[in-house]
């Protein structure tokens, strides 16, 4: 059964720290690996997205890294601020017969304290 | 550029009724996929729609359906709503088709059934 399974379910950090979220997926054919930061009543904005050739992707203060072999992405938040507070989700892609499968993790919920 | 806009953003309706929900896409995108959130199942893929036809779809009950314009506008339909249906419903847009690219959302529609 494709699935993609993030871990910790929910976190809280002190401003100023890193952290960093875990996600394996069992989707295969594998198309693509994507993270998305989701605020409390705002829809899904995408943080990354990394094919099966890449290793490492960064959006400012956000590094994405994927291990196609052990099929497990990471999302490394550095040095956090109060906005980061949020959902973070992991989504794969998958190839299917008739177009591309979504398959959506349960997403980390980040809480950051100052 | 304006986004991803979805209407309305919230709406109450009650068991047996069917809702209509609307979603454009920021211009120049042709593919629109749709999503249901709920705090038990997380996001889940509804079907995506592009050049007017459905190219992909979840795994959801006939009674929810949906359709493309020429515009590239997009609404869902879910009939006989039941209480299960409450939920974050959430369109995003791409310019290609398949979901291969990366995802705009829009801030979704809230439907509460009661």
């Known amino acids: 059964k494709n699935q993609v399974e993030q871990s910790p379910q929910s976190l809280i950090i002190l401003e100023g720290k890193n952290c960093t979220l875990q996600?394996?997926?069992?989707?295969?054919?594998?198309?693509?690996l994507r993270w998305y930061k989701q605020d409390t009543g705002r829809g899904p904005v995408s943080l990354t997205i990394?094919?099966?050739?890449?290793n490492t992707k960064s959006n400012g203060r956000y590094t994405a890294t994927l291990d196609a072999d052990t099929k497990q992405s990471s999302l490394h938040i550095t040095a956090s601020q109060l906005s980061d507070s949020a959902s973070y989700i992991c989504?794969?892609?998958?190839?299917?017969?008739?177009?591309?499968?979504?398959?959506f993790g349960a997403g980390t919920i980040l809480r950051v304290k100052s | 550029k304006a986004g991803v806009t979805q209407t309305p953003r919230y709406l109450i309706k009650t068991r047996g009724q069917q809702v209509t929900l609307s979603c454009s896409p920021i211009?120049?995108?042709?593919?629109v996929s749709w999503y249901q959130q709920t705090p038990g199942q997380g996001l889940q893929f509804l079907f995506e729609?592009?050049?007017?036809?459905q190219r992909n779809k979840g795994n959801f009950p006939g009674r929810f359906s949906g359709r493309q314009f020429s515009n590239s506008r997009s609404e869902m339909n879910v009939s006989t709503l039941e209480l299960g249906d409450s939920a974050l419903y959430l369109c995003?847009?791409?310019w290609g088709q398949g979901i291969t690219g990366e995802l705009f959302f829009g801030e979704g529609s809230r439907l509460t059934v009661l």
């Open positions: 990394m094919t099966f050739s890449e």
């Open positions: 995003a847009s791409s």
């Open positions: 996600c394996n997926y069992t989707v295969s054919p594998f198309s693509n």
């Open positions: 989504v794969v892609s998958g190839f299917r017969e008739y177009g591309n499968k979504l398959v």
């Open positions: 211009s120049g995108h042709r593919s």
């Open positions: 729609y592009f050049s007017e036809t």
